[in-house]
């Protein structure tokens, strides 16, 4: 399949994770990206459990008129984004810092953002959760506790720029009944299983 790796969370069962992987061993900061709903946060924490390396959700990284803006209903436009990728981008840095490197969960739903977040920031793979419309709807309407209201999904999708041949991202289709182990697993195949340089 073309474009970016492209992994189905049933054949990759069974892979053994960070442990004994030299790959997956060194410094790395995977970035969970997708749409509103898709599962970043949920998978990113799993995700930063198997590899033992710290998680942080990039919506704690929002300046406090972001959240107002969504909140109310309001797409974010790229202005509004620009200082929330530099602070993730900041937190990354940190990690990379440690040598340790660490999971984060933001939505890099254009190329820009993407390019943004990983120019000068090899240890950076992007894990784009790929989930139908149906799916992301029903996600979002049933969760609670959440800042992001329904009517803004069909804005996720207006802006999302799907990672291109040449992006260091490992694609995950998502469908309704896929668990969030088998997205880890995916993830963390796709990342052992180009030796890295993943595209
Ligand atoms: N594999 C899954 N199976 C069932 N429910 C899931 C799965 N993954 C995520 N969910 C649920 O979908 C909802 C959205 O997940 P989550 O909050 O992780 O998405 P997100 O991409 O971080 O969203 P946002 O960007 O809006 O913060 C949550 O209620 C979560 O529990
Ligand atoms: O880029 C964006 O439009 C926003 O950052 C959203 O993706 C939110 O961070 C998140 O989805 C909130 O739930």
């Given at each position: 399949?073309?474009?970016?790796?492209?992994?189905?969370?049933?054949?990759?069962?069974?892979?053994?994770?960070?442990?004994?992987?030299?790959?997956?061993?060194?410094?790395r900061v995977v970035i969970l990206a997708?749409?509103?709903?898709?599962?970043k946060s949920v998978v990113g924490a799993a995700l930063a459990g198997?590899l033992?390396l710290p998680f942080a959700d990039g919506d704690a990284f929002h300046?406090?008129?972001?959240?107002?803006?969504?909140?109310?209903?309001?797409?974010?436009?790229?202005?509004?984004?620009?200082?929330w990728l530099?602070a993730i981008g900041t937190l990354i840095d940190q990690w990379r810092?440690t040598?340790q490197g660490g999971v984060v969960a933001c939505s890099a739903?254009?190329?820009?953002?993407?390019?943004?977040l990983?120019?000068?920031?090899?240890?950076v793979?992007?894990?784009?959760?790929?989930?139908?419309?149906?799916?992301?709807?029903?996600?979002?309407?049933?969760?609670?506790?959440?800042?992001?209201?329904?009517?803004?999904?069909?804005?996720?999708?207006?802006?999302?720029?799907?990672?291109?041949?040449?992006?260091?991202?490992?694609?995950?289709?998502?469908?309704?009944?896929?668990?969030?182990?088998?997205?880890?697993?995916?993830?963390?195949?796709?990342?052992?299983?180009?030796?890295?340089?993943?595209?």
């Open positions: 399949m073309s474009g970016p790796s492209s992994l189905r969370p049933a054949a990759a069962a069974g892979v053994d994770p960070a442990g004994s992987d030299p790959v997956l061993a060194r410094s997708g749409v509103s709903g898709s599962g198997t033992g300046p406090p008129r972001n959240v107002a803006k969504m909140s109310a209903g309001q797409p974010l436009t790229d202005t509004d984004r620009w200082p530099d810092a040598g739903l254009r190329r820009v953002y993407r390019d943004r990983s120019a000068g920031r090899p240890e793979v992007f894990a784009f959760l790929d989930v139908p419309w149906a799916v992301l709807v029903h996600r979002v309407a049933n969760r609670t506790g959440h800042f992001m209201p329904t009517s803004l999904l069909a804005s996720q999708l207006a802006a999302l720029e799907p990672p291109h041949v040449g992006e260091p991202t490992v694609r995950v289709l998502v469908g309704e009944r896929t668990t969030v182990q088998e997205q880890v697993t995916a993830i963390v195949t796709g990342i052992a299983g180009t030796g890295g340089a993943v595209v």
